[in-house]
């Protein structure tokens, strides 16, 4: 289940799932303003840089981050094994990724997201955390499943991770052409018809972008009691949440958090 949580004034949502420090932002809590109010974290969409150093700031302050490993997301699968020497400042320039995953205490990891799937993980047996940005590209492309085995190689057994699919576009509003659910077709088989419903005009498709993650992280050996799918729709709260769809591209992004307990 998925909860607000307010601390030192920002507005977060955080899954019961993850007993470790973690949230995906909202739009409120920042300083930003006009279309970027007001706790915008993309840092090259127009917004004044002071003001999402701030919102950064906050941010890492609200969730005890000292050091944190950004990702330059390109759509992919790539996942990176990070330590406190890849941590970065805002504007920083950082490698191509959509995934992280690390088994550093106190290092904070984010992704960023205006209607992509964000993906938070916890190994809280082996003290393990990832976190990755599925887009509908990275989705097929199983990104779900390469962080799951990342964090594998530093010693997590999937069947302890525990996941939280957050916040995203939801079904009733990805309405694609035939290109995406030809791919989730791909990537699961005829279980992906689960996931696809005819669309109001012929060759469109409603696709559940959180369903298909959700099989994926089952496929990796998560277990069905272990993921958290947050039933919020980006595209409907544009209000709360930045959504690419619903602004025509003109917004800011939100960003989703985590961090392994205490420090190295």
């Not at 917004?47 to 390109?74: H, I, M, S, W």
């Not at 012929?202 to 799918?229: C, M, P, Q, Y």
Request: charged share 20%; aromatic share 6%; with cysteine.
């Amino acid at each position: 289940m998925f909860s607000e949580i307010a601390p030192q004034g920002l507005t977060l949502m955080a899954s019961d799932l993850l007993s470790c420090p973690h949230g995906f932002t909202t739009r409120f809590g920042g300083v930003s303003r006009g279309i970027y109010a007001s706790l915008n974290l993309s840092e090259s969409l127009g917004d004044d840089p002071e003001a999402v150093r701030e919102n950064y700031r906050r941010l890492k302050a609200a969730l005890g981050v000292e050091k944190l490993c950004f990702t330059k997301q390109v759509h992919g699968n790539t996942v990176r094994t990070v330590t406190a020497g890849d941590a970065r400042e805002p504007f920083d320039e950082v490698p191509a990724c959509d995934g992280l995953v690390t088994d550093r205490h106190g290092l904070g990891l984010i992704i960023f997201t205006a209607d992509c799937i964000p993906l938070l993980l916890y190994d809280p047996v082996r003290h393990i955390v990832g976190a990755a940005h599925a887009g509908w590209r990275g989705t097929v492309a199983d990104i779900a499943g390469r962080t799951v085995e990342a964090m594998a190689r530093l010693g997590a057994d999937p069947g302890d991770i525990r996941a939280a699919v957050g916040p995203g576009i939801s079904k009733c509003c990805f309405e694609t052409g035939p290109e995406v659910p030809a791919a989730v077709r791909d990537a699961l088989g005829d279980a992906g018809e689960a996931f696809i419903a005819p669309g109001r005009s012929v060759g469109k498709s409603f696709v559940d972008l959180k369903g298909v993650n959700r099989a994926l992280l089952l496929r990796a050996g998560l277990t069905e009691a272990h993921i958290d799918v947050s039933p919020e729709c980006t595209m409907c709260a544009p209000e709360k949440y930045w959504s690419h769809r619903a602004t025509a591209g003109v917004r800011g992004s939100q960003g989703a958090i985590i961090r392994l307990p205490g420090l190295n």
